[in-house]
């Protein structure tokens, strides 16, 4: 039997996989960009769970102690 060709997912692991250093350079970049897309989500959420409790958001810390004397 023969495997019926030009599928989608079949034509692109073709194209990737035909030559090694194509493969490399999309396995970086895909690394490069999922470490920004993470990195931005996880930052995003932080962010969103930890509304008003950050330094710059609480009034009473960053202000300077006025001495007496």
Not at 33 to 51: C, H, M, P, Q, T
Request: avoid cysteine.
């Amino acid at each position: 039997m023969d495997r019926a060709r030009g599928g989608l997912l079949d034509t692109t692991v073709r194209l990737l996989t035909r030559r090694n250093s194509v493969y490399v350079a999309f396995i970086l970049t895909g690394a490069l960009v999922g470490e920004r897309v993470v990195d931005y989500g996880i930052n995003k959420l932080w962010e969103s769970s930890n509304v008003g409790k950050s330094f710059e958001e609480i009034p009473s810390l960053g202000k300077k102690v006025a001495e007496e004397g």
